[in-house]
């Protein structure tokens, strides 16, 4: 069984939350891969299904943020995984909005969530780093990240989780690179060039070149009469 985590604070208050995309996340897989309805479990929300051959319990814990370890290490030791069957999706301020990135194990970087993890289970653990931009000073993160989405950022936000949850079979299997092909498919999908390819001047029809005129073979006087015609 893989552990797929999502970060976020519990309630309406903070459901939309730039804090909570990792909540996101995990929502979009439930629905879209017909895992079964929420239920409470393990200090936190669960929800069991498949992804291609794997079979995947998806955990959004209700600790509050910086107590989220207690609620993976109690999922873990029901299961007996271990760290390299969990993967966290989590908000990363140091990537741009609407980018992601797969990292296996590594430090923390001061995310609360992520500190509580490794307090718990170590470090071992994958991430999926979910960008959310960063605010421009760092007393201003706070705020930041429990504030909502703007509108404007809907549409890259929904082709972003589209694209995780396309993706989430592959992730499952730990094959990151297909995953990663499927997000940038959502994100960044091919375009179709809708512009006429430009005529070279060399490949226009040429006018057909102008006559010579007629020689005129009047004599004098009738050039003169024609003249005064």
Not at 61 to 85: C, H, I, W
Not at 147 to 164: C, Q, S, T, V, Y
Not at 206 to 218: N, Y
Request: aromatic content about 6%; charged content about 25%.
């Amino acid at each position: 069984m893989k552990l797929f985590v999502g970060l976020g604070n519990p309630g309406a208050k903070y459901a939309k939350n730039r804090h909570n995309i990792g909540f996101m996340a995990l929502d979009e897989i439930a629905s879209d891969h017909g895992f079964g309805s929420w239920k409470a479990k393990f200090q936190g929300q669960v929800t069991e299904g498949r992804l291609g051959s794997d079979k995947v319990l998806l955990l959004k814990p209700e600790t509050f943020m910086n107590r989220s370890g207690q609620s993976v290490q109690a999922a873990m030791q029901f299961y007996k995984l271990v760290p390299g069957d969990v993967t966290v999706f989590h908000d990363e301020l140091d990537l741009a909005p609407g980018k992601c990135r797969v990292k296996q194990g590594g430090g923390h970087a001061g995310h609360n969530g992520l500190r509580s993890i490794h307090g718990h289970i170590g470090e071992a653990y994958g991430r999926v780093r979910l960008g959310i931009g960063h605010p421009g000073h760092k007393d201003k993160v706070a705020g930041y990240v429990l504030n909502d989405f703007p509108k404007a950022d809907a549409e890259w936000l929904d082709d972003l989780l589209r694209g995780i949850s396309d993706g989430a079979a592959h992730l499952a299997d730990g094959d990151t690179g297909k995953f990663m092909n499927a997000v940038a498919l959502r994100v960044n999908p091919p375009r179709s060039s809708t512009t006429k390819p430009k005529t070279e001047k060399a490949d226009l029809p040429k006018s057909a070149p102008k006559a010579d005129p007629e020689p005129d073979t009047r004599s004098a006087m009738q050039k003169l009469m024609d003249k005064f015609r």
